[in-house]
Nanobody
Framework: QVQLVESGGGLVQAGNSLTLSCAAS????????QAWFRRAPGKDREFVAG????????LYAESLKGRFTITKSNTRTAVDLQMNNLQPEDTAVYYC????????????????????WGQGTQVTVST
């Protein structure tokens, strides 16, 4: 089993930045891809960004590319999400997710690939 805990959420004014962190524990040796998803009020959950722990390749939602950056720690199974120039439409609960199948599979946007999920952290962007 893998446990994921997100941190770093909060209230921020539009135009500012925020960094979310996700710490994994348990069977982290089987975690090969990690990603961030978000669910805005009244909307479906959507993919934000993902990273492969095998080769470091990243994948972003097209609409967020350039503002959001996902990075991983090489010494521990943690990923961060740097979010810049936040806008009210970025308000959502942000979830960390981890995938354990085949280490050489690429990062994908489908939530079906991710077996483990955190509880989420709220990000609220005010005008």
């Amino acid at each position: 089993q893998v446990q994921l805990v997100e941190s770093g959420g909060g209230l921020v004014q539009a135009g500012n930045s925020l960094t979310l962190s996700c710490a994994a524990s348990g069977r982290t040796d089987i975690v090969f891809r990690q990603a961030w998803f978000r669910r805005a009020p009244g909307k479906d959950r959507e993919f934000v960004a993902g990273i492969s722990r095998t080769d470091g390749r990243t994948l972003y939602a097209e609409s967020l590319k350039g503002r959001f950056t996902i990075t991983k720690s090489n010494t521990r199974t943690a990923v961060d999400l740097q979010m810049n120039n936040l806008q009210p439409e970025d308000t959502a609960v942000y979830y960390c997710a981890a995938a354990q199948s085949n280490p050489w599979l690429p990062v994908v946007r489908s939530s079906d690939d991710y077996k483990y999920w955190g509880q989420g952290t709220q990000v609220t962007v005010s005008t």
